[in-house]
């Protein structure tokens, strides 16, 4: 997927009764990237791009300063992981990219370990996959705050969180949705029990069956979809069908995704909290954040520009239109007026 991987923004598996499964096979999977990677991740390129501060990194405050910024392997996450690097730069660090790293646990190590000093990341991912809780906490600053207090054990600083929220919705076409005027997945609960044949759902394989994915969501809601009713397949055809064709009314999407837009598509908003919050905030190396306390005053001001709306305009960029993350970080940083070319 573009703006997701597997169950979501990098690691959703697990959300509820698997989440302890999940934080085992993650703890494997790092202690197998240690042992194959010895000294360090060891990839990367310098950042050569011209830029200089705009409305932030006024001064060159991080005038000799060598940062190394990362992502995960997708599209959304590199382009967060590309405007980190861009500010840094036009404050005047010098700037090696390791963006774009496999999976989330090569970038999630890469931070605490020091191989790369900043990236953004997601709160629900942090709570359940890394720090090991079954259950996320509903109220998306709450829960912010209780990783950002429990990662410090870790090494790991969190700046403020963004209202960017890449996490599960249902999307429904425009066209479909202009006959039943769903806003809420408490609508569509009413519309199943109202009318069991109108509610035809497509999913991947594994949301179908999971607790947090649609067999949750039913009991969350108090609904019951029959089982014809519901279609599997991959999730890049669940859009198009959504979109084009009448064999599914409704279909899982990320809140984030670039198609969502690009496909005239509305989403329901999940008015009884059953998802988790996947809110993306920058996570910083504490030893550099200490180092380089300005960091927080160069990316606070663009966490705060950061929407799902954004995010769906600048994946759509990638994931629909095929132009380059780089790129899509660099142009929208300019337009905001954060930096500005050399």
């Not at 790369?116 to 996320?136: K, V």
């Not at 988790?276 to 504490?286: D, K, L, R, S, T």
């Not at 380089?292 to 966490?303: F, G, K, S």
């Not at 960029?317 to 905001?336: C, F, N, S, T, Y």
Request: hydrophobic letters at 40%.
């Amino acid at each position: 997927m573009g703006t997701g991987s597997g169950a979501g923004p990098g690691a959703r598996a697990g959300v509820r009764a698997g989440a302890r499964a999940a934080v085992r096979s993650a703890l494997a999977a790092a202690a197998l990237l240690a042992a194959v990677s010895g000294c360090g991740l060891k990839s990367g390129s310098p950042l050569v791009d011209d830029v200089v501060p705009g409305s932030v990194g006024r001064g060159l405050p991080l005038k000799g300063a060598s940062l190394t910024v990362t992502s995960k392997n997708f599209s959304e996450n590199i382009v967060l992981g590309q405007m980190i690097g861009l500010i840094f730069k036009a404050a005047g660090a010098e700037v090696l990219d390791r963006t774009n790293l496999p999976g989330s646990i090569s970038a999630r190590e890469a931070v605490v370990k020091g191989d790369a000093d900043a990236m953004y990341e997601y709160t629900g991912t942090a709570w359940i996959t890394y720090l090991g809780n079954a259950e996320p906490i509903d109220d998306p600053h709450a829960q912010w705050e209780a990783v950002r207090a429990a990662d410090v054990k870790n090494g790991v600083a969190w700046l403020p969180q963004s209202s960017l929220n890449n996490t599960y919705t249902l999307a429904i076409s425009k066209k479909n949705n202009a006959k039943y005027h769903l806003r809420t997945m408490s609508d569509m609960a009413k519309l199943s029990r109202e009318d069991p044949g109108a509610v035809t759902v497509c999913v991947e394989n594994e949301f179908a069956s999971r607790e947090d994915g649609l067999t949750g969501m039913e009991r969350a809601y108090e609904m019951k979809i029959p089982a014809g009713n519901v279609r599997k397949m991959d999730a890049g055809i669940i859009y198009t069908q959504v979109s084009k064709s009448n064999s599914c009314l409704l279909g899982e999407a990320f809140t984030t995704d670039g198609r969502i837009k690009a496909m005239d598509l509305d989403t329901l908003a999940d008015d009884r909290r059953f998802f988790p919050n996947y809110n993306a905030a920058p996570e910083i190396h504490a030893r550099t954040l200490a180092k380089y306390p300005v960091i927080a005053q160069l990316l606070d001001p663009l966490t705060r520009r950061l929407t799902t709306r954004v995010a769906q305009d600048l994946n759509a960029k990638v994931d629909v239109e095929g132009q380059d993350p780089h790129d899509v970080a660099k142009r929208w940083l300019i337009e905001q007026g954060f930096i500005k070319e050399g």
